[in-house]
């Protein structure tokens, strides 16, 4: 598995952007698919964007299309979510994912096997 530690995350008004970055180490992070989820106070983690391990093929939550964009940069082992038009909804604690031989489809879903950091608090006011 890799390790994975997560930053960025902060209190923005309605509208504003942030980005997400998510630092790996511990094993070839290039063969490993990523992927964000978020989780609001009381309810279930959900999934947010994915990405494949050549940067490739993206899937991203309706709720999410057309305002996050998932990217990586395997030369710094780093994953990115840039998040714009930012919404009181998006409040959450964000995570990055990751596994081993998987495409970015797969990543959609949990399994216990993947890698995750601790979380990064995102804070949307109105």
């Known amino acids: 598995q890799v390790q994975l530690v997560e930053s960025g995350g902060g209190l923005v008004q309605a509208g504003g952007s942030l980005t997400l970055s998510c630092a790996a180490s511990g094993r070839t992070f290039s063969n490993y698919a990523v992927g964000w989820f978020r989780q609001a106070p009381g309810e279930e983690r959900r999934f947010v964007a994915a990405l494949s391990w050549n940067g490739a093929y993206t899937y991203y939550a309706d709720s999410v299309k057309g305002r996050f964009t998932i990217s990586r940069d395997n030369a710094k082992n780093t994953v990115y979510l840039q998040m714009n038009s930012l919404k009181p909804e998006d409040t959450a604690v964000y995570s990055c994912?990751?596994?081993?031989?998987?495409?970015?489809?797969?990543?959609?879903?949990?399994?216990?096997?993947?890698?995750w950091g601790q979380g990064t608090q995102v804070t949307v006011s109105s």
């Open positions: 994912v990751a596994r081993s031989g998987a495409n970015a489809q797969a990543m959609t879903g949990l399994n216990p096997d993947d890698s």
